[in-house]
């Protein structure tokens, strides 16, 4: 099955969908993160005073909007087992997943 673009998840790897849907999030988050770290300095002549609050702003709803969707998807698809013998990958990756 490799080199074959899967839609939903199978237990030995992921979707696409799921792939898509961790990488929008982490991007969402580093993303919202930052401009909410630079807008703090931000002064009413700068150029990015309006339309960075905006955007920030945009991309947090989207996400509220989006994580229900998240969560279902995980929930109705299987997961990949583990695939490592090393003990404290499997407990480190347990760990991960629960935060």
Request: aromatic share 18%; glycine share 4%.
């Amino acid at each position: 099955m490799k080199n074959k673009l899967l839609i939903t998840n199978t237990p030995t790897t992921y979707g696409i969908i799921a792939v898509l849907l961790h990488w929008f999030f982490a991007i969402a988050v580093v993303g919202l993160f930052a401009s909410g770290f630079y807008m703090v300095d931000l002064t009413y002549y700068d150029p990015w005073y309006h339309p960075l609050p905006a955007w920030h702003v945009f991309f947090g709803i989207l996400c509220f909007i989006v994580l229900p969707l998240r969560v279902l998807w995980h929930f109705f698809t299987p997961q990949p087992k583990v695939q490592t013998d090393l003990a404290i990958e499997k407990k480190l990756a347990h760990i991960v997943h629960k935060l």
